[in-house]
């Protein structure tokens, strides 16, 4: 069974930093898509980023990258230039099947953001 | 594209009482999925249907919970006799089922059951 593990329950930076939020991932499978979400105070559920397992290179979209690596089964969410608005909860997930379909996303916990001032 | 709605966005029922959600999901999507999520948690998934076909259920959803999706468009997510364990936050998603399709969420709907 797949499983995602975000060790970091909370995590502050200041303002206009870089901060990295840890993920790492368990699956036997070779086939594989990994996401990050974004989930505010207000609930929703805010696509970031994706990874394909068979992406050679990270993932990029804007402010946000995934550093990828395979060999140790993580998949860490760099957010650049923090503002105040990142504050938010941030979930790490996982989907199987080939080329990483994704139905029956599995989430981490999730890591409480605070971008301070 | 004018995202995934979810009705109603709270809901405060009685141990025992039957309830209904109901999603609309973003009309191009033929995916549609449920998930739901307790304080401090990541969304556990329940189910989720390729147009009006339910393809898989989660041992979490047990006897009590049904769901449809009738013509492939809207989807109810009904809770029978519910249970003080019952309140969580169900969240409906869709996506266009590609590979890298990433699922898009509404705003979910908030259960209490008292």
């Known amino acids: 069974a797949q499983k995602i593990t975000q060790t970091q329950p909370g995590m502050f930076v200041q303002e206009k930093e870089a901060v990295t939020l840890d993920c790492t991932y368990d699956t036997s499978d070779q086939s594989y898509g990994l996401f990050w979400y974004k989930q505010p105070s207000s609930g929703e559920m805010i696509f970031l980023i994706y990874q394909g397992s068979y992406d050679e290179q990270n993932a990029t979209e804007g402010r946000y990258s995934l550093n990828f690596q395979k060999a140790r089964k993580s998949a860490n969410l760099v957010i650049s230039a923090s503002q105040l608005g990142d504050s938010a909860m941030y979930f790490c997930?996982?989907?199987?099947?080939?080329?990483?379909?994704?139905?029956?996303?599995?989430f981490g916990k999730g890591t409480l953001l605070t971008v301070n001032p | 594209d004018t995202g995934v709605s979810q009705n109603p966005r709270h809901k405060i029922t009685k141990r025992g009482q039957n309830v209904t959600f109901r999603c609309d999901p973003i009309s191009e999507h033929n995916r549609l999925y449920w998930y739901r999520q307790t304080l401090g948690q990541g969304p556990e998934f329940l189910t989720y249907f390729q147009n009006e076909a339910q393809l898989e259920k989660s041992r979490l959803l047990s006897d009590r919970f049904s769901a449809e999706r009738p013509k492939g468009s809207f989807s109810t997510l009904e809770i029978q006799r519910t249970e003080q364990g019952d309140s969580a936050m169900y969240l409906c998603?869709?996506?266009?089922?590609?590979?890298?399709?990433?699922?898009?969420f509404g705003n979910g709907t908030r259960l209490t059951v008292t």
């Open positions: 997930a996982m989907s199987l099947g080939s080329g990483g379909s994704n139905y029956k996303l599995t």
């Open positions: 998603a869709s996506s266009f089922g590609s590979y890298n399709s990433p699922l898009h």
